[in-house]
């Protein structure tokens, strides 16, 4: 295990431990720390990574940033359509290095995620009116990162089930999975600025929230899954 993204899992679980716990003073130390060891990874370990490639993963590692301090009080509407915003930046620039790999839109991963986009705006609309245009049009960069990362031609040598790359050796086939975790992260947002009622049940809802994120940016975040692809050598 390399160093920093060590110490990003030893950050992801302290703040997964305070959401939880309601441990406020514990998240605004650990939280905002999640981000710039993998971006620091990235620095040390991303040298076969292209430079604009590079540039783009830590200008969104940055955005995230950002949206993770926001986001440490998730029940203020302010700081979640602040939050998002951030989280919209970083989407466009998850995407942008998609396109730039070579991956495409294809339907059968795209019509259940424009189908749940949908569904989630139409909840937003009826239930939360005063968050539903920022966070729809979130929603909207979410599931164009999601549909682009799921492109098998990302990960030629991995197995793709429901639209989904399954991972293997390669860190490219994980970039869906990622992808995938970030969106289940995101719609429990919404589900728990929705439904979840009592003290306990938000603080639940918020620890999976904050564990799933982190398992999908150190997913997407590995500078291997980005790395430019080795030429063969001709004899």
Known sequence: MRLFRAGFL?????????????????????????????????????????????????????AATLGDIL?????????????????????????????????????????????????????????APTVAVPLTAYGATLGTAGVLASDPALAPGAKSIAGVNIPNADPRSRLGLGALLFTISDGLIVLRRLFARTDRTRRITEGIILATYAAAQFLLADPAAHAKPTQPHHS
């Open 10 to 62: 030893a950050a992801a679980a302290a703040t997964v431990f305070a959401g939880v716990t309601g441990r406020e003073k514990v998240q605004w130390v650990a939280k905002p720390l999640m981000m710039p060891l993998l971006a620091a990874d990235v620095v040390t370990e991303g040298t076969a990574v292209a430079r604009t490639d590079r540039a783009v993963l830590l200008g969104s590692l940055g």
């Open 71 to 127: 986001l440490i009080d998730p029940d203020n509407d302010r700081r979640l359509i602040a939050g998002a915003s951030s989280f919209a930046v970083m989407q466009a620039g998850y995407s942008a290095l998609w396109l730039r790999k070579g991956a495409r839109p294809h339907a059968e991963v795209a019509v259940p995620r424009l189908g749940a986009w949908l569904g989630a705006a139409a909840l937003l609309r009826a239930k």
